[in-house]
Nanobody, 125 residues
Framework: QVQLLESGGGLVQPGESLRLSCEAS????????MAWFRQTPGNEREFVAL????????EYVDSVKGRFTISRDNAKNAVYLQMDNVEPEDTAVYYC??????????????????WGQGTQVTVSS
């Protein structure tokens, strides 16, 4: 497992952009699938995007396709979520997550072992 720390959340207006960052500590980072999930009050944590250990594979939930971009920099032990053209429905706490199994690609919540503390994103005019 690794320790994860998110940053970059805040209040933005609809149509604007925001970039979330997640810094990881631990040597296993470069072997881990990394992902972003989000959660709103009273709802389950929802998958948003993932990137494979080598950056070659990315997946997105349908609602953010074409607007969000996930990327990683293994040299910096970091993963990012570029959020463009945000919508009020994107309002949530966003969590960075690291996968359980080296090199294994999965979007299922149960396949992620390491979690950050979350960062609040609020989209409102």
């Amino acid at each position: 497992q690794v320790q994860l720390l998110e940053s970059g959340g805040g209040l933005v207006q609809p149509g604007e952009s925001l970039r979330l960052s997640c810094e990881a500590s631990g040597r296993a980072f470069s072997t881990m699938t990394m992902a972003w999930f989000r959660q709103t009050p009273g709802n389950e944590r929802e998958f948003v995007a993932l990137v494979s250990y080598d950056g070659a594979t990315v997946e997105y939930v349908d609602s953010v396709k074409g607007r969000f971009t996930i990327s990683r920099d293994n040299a910096k032990n970091a993963v990012y979520l570029q959020m463009d053209n945000v919508e009020p429905e994107d309002t949530a706490v966003y969590y960075c997550a690291g996968g359980w199994y080296p090199f294994y690609i999965s979007a299922l919540l149960r396949d992620f072992a390491s979690w950050g503390q979350g960062t609040q994103v609020t989209v409102s005019s």
